[in-house]
């Protein structure tokens, strides 16, 4: 987490990355987040792409969350450092009807815990509510294992557009609350309405370097 300056104060920079299987709904996640649209086509994701989104704080400040999209394809996953170091949160999304993509979270899940531990907020996702009657993985089990790592548990619908703007909405809370634990003089922040006249990079982001992987950009999938 860093901060920069605007006329209305500092702005608190989060960086939050989605992790997954490809074909879970990561990028639908976040361009229904971003632009409030579905593509129903399924266009991969090509290592990673980078959105940014300002948000306005209780207390007048601003918060601005950078949003690193990657690749769920098994030949990118040593790229995954790239991507959540220094990261405050991750996403961590799996499709409800495909039980394989829930041990891949996992996965990620143990990776993460020991090459962060507990300094990043973790949020396990269960996509694709809209398929329910096609479900592999109960409700209740995926709470429990959350529960059991420290992380929160949301399901979302992206096609559905069910509990997406919740989903970043708590993520933003989480890691404003790590910060405060991080600044005990620090009074507790709370979210507010995001801002949708900010939706995207601005020139206070944080922009990715034009010289890394990171910075190359792809169509949004489901």
Same mark, same amino acid.
């Given at each position: 987490?860093?901060?920069?300056?605007?006329?209305?104060?500092?702005?608190?920079?989060?960086?939050?990355?989605?992790?997954?299987?490809?074909?879970?709904?990561?990028?639908?996640?976040?361009?229904?987040?971003?632009?409030?649209?579905?593509?129903?086509?399924?266009?991969?994701?090509?290592?990673?792409?980078?959105?940014?989104?300002?948000?306005?704080?209780?207390?007048?400040?601003?918060?601005?969350?950078?949003?690193?999209?990657?690749?769920?394809?098994?030949?990118?996953?040593?790229?995954?450092?790239?991507?959540?170091?220094?990261?405050?949160?991750?996403?961590?999304?799996?499709?409800?009807?495909?039980?394989?993509?829930?041990?891949?979270?996992?996965?990620?899940?143990?990776?993460?815990?020991?090459?962060?531990?507990?300094?990043?907020?973790?949020?396990?996702?269960?996509?694709?509510?809209?398929?329910?009657?096609?479900?592999?993985?109960?409700?209740?089990?995926?709470?429990?294992?959350?529960?059991?790592?420290?992380?929160?548990?949301?399901?979302?619908?992206?096609?559905?557009?069910?509990?997406?703007?919740?989903?970043?909405?708590?993520?933003?809370?989480?890691?404003?609350?790590?910060?405060?634990?991080?600044?005990?003089?620090?009074?507790?922040?709370?979210?507010?309405?995001?801002?949708?006249? @900010?939706?995207? @990079?601005?020139?206070?982001?944080?922009?990715?370097?034009?010289?890394?992987?990171?910075?190359?950009?792809?169509?949004?999938?489901?």
């Amino acid at each position: 987490m860093s901060s920069s300056r605007t006329r209305n104060g500092p702005t608190l920079n989060f960086k939050a990355v989605l992790l997954g299987e490809g074909c879970v709904g990561k990028t639908s996640l976040v361009l229904r987040y971003m632009e409030d649209r579905f593509n129903a086509q399924h266009l991969s994701t090509l290592q990673a792409s980078f959105v940014s989104r300002k948000m306005s704080l209780e207390d007048g400040r601003r918060a601005q969350l950078n949003i690193w999209d990657t690749a769920g394809q098994e030949r990118f996953h040593a790229l995954g450092p790239i991507y959540y170091r220094g990261s405050d949160g991750a996403l961590l999304v799996y499709d409800i009807t495909d039980r394989d993509s829930f041990q891949k979270v996992k996965s990620w899940v143990r990776e993460l815990r020991q090459m962060r531990g507990t300094e990043i907020a973790l949020i396990i996702v269960g996509n694709k509510t809209d398929l329910e009657e096609q479900r592999a993985v109960t409700h209740d089990e995926a709470l429990q294992y959350a529960r059991t790592v420290g992380a929160q548990y949301v399901e979302t619908s992206a096609k559905e557009n069910e509990g997406v703007a919740e989903l970043f909405e708590l993520l933003t809370q989480l890691m404003l609350e790590q910060l405060s634990q991080r600044q005990p003089d620090a009074s507790p922040l709370r979210l507010q309405n995001p801002d949708t006249d @900010n939706l995207n @990079n601005s020139d206070d982001s944080e922009a990715p370097d034009p010289g890394d992987p990171a910075g190359q950009r792809s169509c949004c999938g489901i």
